[in-house]
């Protein structure tokens, strides 16, 4: 049970976010240094860890609520954090220098602790977990993500089908564009052809497309009557900077990998060299096990806790957080991933 309680550190960058709040204007931009300087530096430090659970210990682990409640705090975490800060707008007096510190603050926790935590509810199987994923996914005004995701990336993945793949030699900047607009239109065409398949019509209120727009239009409206138009322009700000970290995960997750074709001209079936993996303990914590992904692929209901290492995954060489960084700096990333690339799946590519 001790051993379980490393997960405890996925709270860190809220902790941190609250601790800056706490602290004043001097630590205003605490959150970043701590997620994208301190992290990757740790990670670096600390040893890589392949090891998978026995069979034992791994349905121990599944019948333990302990790691569902661990998902279960990060609600209240993270709207009260975006809450409090929005509210903090009408008396704290904050020089230009540090909103803009804290709005980056609070849209990483929002990302960290909000969309990647609503992406692990979204796959369980009772349908109160899936409510509380889109609970969390919409500050981030990313409510689709829970359609696309679901019924679409998890089809798609490794091909060019999928928004949410990227492709050899494209910049994390040109894939934040494609991804984000491609996935918002898929997520209409798959919820139109959810409702076909159950003889729906397209206006049906079963169409959750239709609330998802009304409740991130009401979550707005919210903030404006709480919090003024300084409030509304923040909190809109804060879903940008969550849905732009959402969207570098997903650059790195699959970045030049591709599925071949078979001889029927369908593609083969998503395996485990179709996902980057990190196995650096640091980030694999705080993201809860994201970072071992081909296996959440390969059965996407599976728990964060159980989740396994593939020998033949491909492995990054940085665990995620510290791949983000790179990917920020794209000549970097690319000197360092090309190489790294299956040629068979770069030949894929620039065949096309």
Not at 187 to 215: G, H, P, T, V
């Amino acid at each position: 049970m001790l051993q379980d309680l490393k997960y405890l550190s996925a709270f860190s960058i809220p902790a941190v976010a609250i601790f800056s709040l706490w602290m004043g204007e001097s630590w205003a931009y605490f959150t970043p240094v701590f997620a994208f300087v301190l992290i990757p530096i740790m990670e670096l430090l600390l040893p890589v860890n392949t090891e998978n659970l026995d069979k034992e210990t791994a349905d121990s682990k599944l019948k333990n609520k302990f790691f569902d409640v661990l998902l279960y705090l990060n609600l209240p975490i993270v709207y009260g954090i975006i809450g409090y800060f929005l509210w903090s707008l009408s008396w704290a007096n904050y020089s230009t220098s540090a909103i803009i510190g804290y709005t980056f603050s609070v849209g990483i926790v929002l990302g960290a602790n909000g969309i990647n935590v609503a992406h692990e509810l979204g796959h369980r199987k009772t349908a109160w977990e899936r409510t509380l994923s889109k609970i969390l996914l919409l500050p981030a005004q990313y409510m689709h993500f829970y359609i696309e995701h679901n019924f679409g990336h998890h089809l798609h993945a490794a091909t060019e089908n999928d928004p949410a793949s990227a492709a050899y030699n494209q910049s994390v900047y040109s894939f934040w564009f494609t991804s984000t607009t491609r996935q918002y239109r898929n997520a209409w065409q798959i919820q139109k052809r959810l409702l076909k398949a159950e003889n729906l019509s397209f206006y049906s209120l079963k169409n959750d497309m239709f609330w998802y727009l009304l409740l991130q239009l009401a979550y707005f409206g919210v903030c404006f009557a709480f919090f003024g138009p300084m409030g509304l322009l923040l909190a809109a700000v804060i879903a940008l900077i969550g849905i732009l970290l959402l969207e570098t995960i997903n650059y790195i997750e699959h970045y030049g990998l591709r599925r071949a074709k078979t001889k029927s001209g369908r593609y083969e079936r998503v395996s485990e060299i179709h996902s980057w993996n990190s196995n650096h303990v640091l980030g694999r914590v705080i993201l809860y096990e994201l970072t071992r992904h081909s296996d959440h692929h390969y059965k996407a209901s599976k728990k964060y806790q159980v989740l396994e290492y593939h020998e033949v995954s491909p492995q990054l060489p940085f665990g995620y957080p510290t791949s983000m960084v790179l990917a920020m700096v794209p000549p970097l990333w690319f000197s360092i991933m090309n190489k790294r690339v299956p040629k068979e799946m770069v030949a894929l590519q620039t065949a096309a």
